[in-house]
């Protein structure tokens, strides 16, 4: 189980931070990564990151903005959002598989419920 937070209204080149708890009997030992999707958009990977914490990777439109980062010992995902724009509004997810899917959606197990982010 994925459980989410930290979403939230900032003003544009506001932060924001979210986080992703592990939980139950899903293994720690897992790919994550953040996805978003905006209405009448399609879901758009943002950032993803393997088991140890280590080679993240970001989407085109975030990089050097976001940053992806994982402790393991509290089974958290974290995303830290920076300089945000409003063409950043979406409900981010994150997700986890035994597989590394990259940015590619489809191929993840795990969901988390959703946190909206907005940025005017």
């Not at 939230?8 to 990564?33: E, F, I, K, P, Q």
């Not at 879901?43 to 140890?52: H, L, N, P, W, Y």
């Not at 300089?83 to 994150?94: F, G, N, R």
Request: proline share 2%.
């Amino acid at each position: 189980q994925l459980v989410e937070s930290g979403g939230g209204s900032v003003h544009t080149g506001g932060s924001l931070r979210l986080s992703c708890v592990v939980s139950g009997d899903t293994d720690s030992r897992l790919y994550m990564a953040w996805f978003r999707q905006a209405p009448g958009k399609e879901r758009e990977g943002v950032a993803s990151i393997d088991s140890a914490g280590k080679n993240p990777t970001y989407a085109y439109s975030v990089a050097g903005r976001f940053t992806d980062s994982r402790d393991n010992a509290k089974n958290t995902l974290y995303l830290q959002m920076n300089s945000l724009k409003p063409e950043d509004t979406a409900m981010y997810y994150c997700a986890a598989d035994e597989l590394n899917h990259g940015l590619a959606w489809r191929g993840y197990t795990y969901w988390s419920q959703g946190t909206q982010v907005t940025v005017s």
